[in-house]
């Protein structure tokens, strides 16, 4: 099993910055690629950033392309995702998620992850 436990997220005005944490336990965390995931009410989760294991290859969704920024720190077990110019777009809970391996493009898929995290809210007010 693996634990991860989102943190970070808050109210901020339009364009700001935030940065997201996620502290994973329980297993080796570089046993897996980790991905954050999103889901605005009334809508379905979905794929923000992705990145290996090791850090090398990291993958963004079209809305969040220069925008947000996707990193791990191996030794901390943690990974984060700083986010850049936020609109109101960007309301949304946010999930971390881990996962055994990413094959192809799987890393947008929500069934390539194997353990989630409780998410945590960011708010972008106008």
């Known amino acids: 099993q693996v634990q991860l436990v989102e943190s970070g997220g808050g109210l901020v005005q339009a364009g700001g910055s935030l940065r997201l944490s996620c502290v994973a336990s329980?297993?080796?965390?570089?046993?897996?690629?980790m991905g954050w995931f999103r889901q605005a009410p009334g809508k379905e989760r979905e794929f923000v950033a992705a990145i290996t294991w090791t850090g090398y290859s990291t993958y963004y969704a079209d809305s969040v392309k220069g925008r947000f920024t996707i990193s791990r720190d191996n030794a901390k077990s943690t990974v984060y995702l700083k986010m850049n110019s936020l609109n109101s777009e960007d309301t949304a809970v946010y999930y971390c998620?881990?996962?055994?391996?990413?094959?192809?493009?799987?890393?947008?898929?929500?069934?390539?992850?194997?353990?989630w995290g409780q998410g945590t809210q960011v708010t972008v007010s106008s």
């Open positions: 329980g297993r080796t965390f570089t046993n897996y690629d």
């Open positions: 998620a881990a996962a055994r391996n990413f094959f192809g493009d799987t890393y947008s898929h929500e069934g390539t992850y194997d353990y």
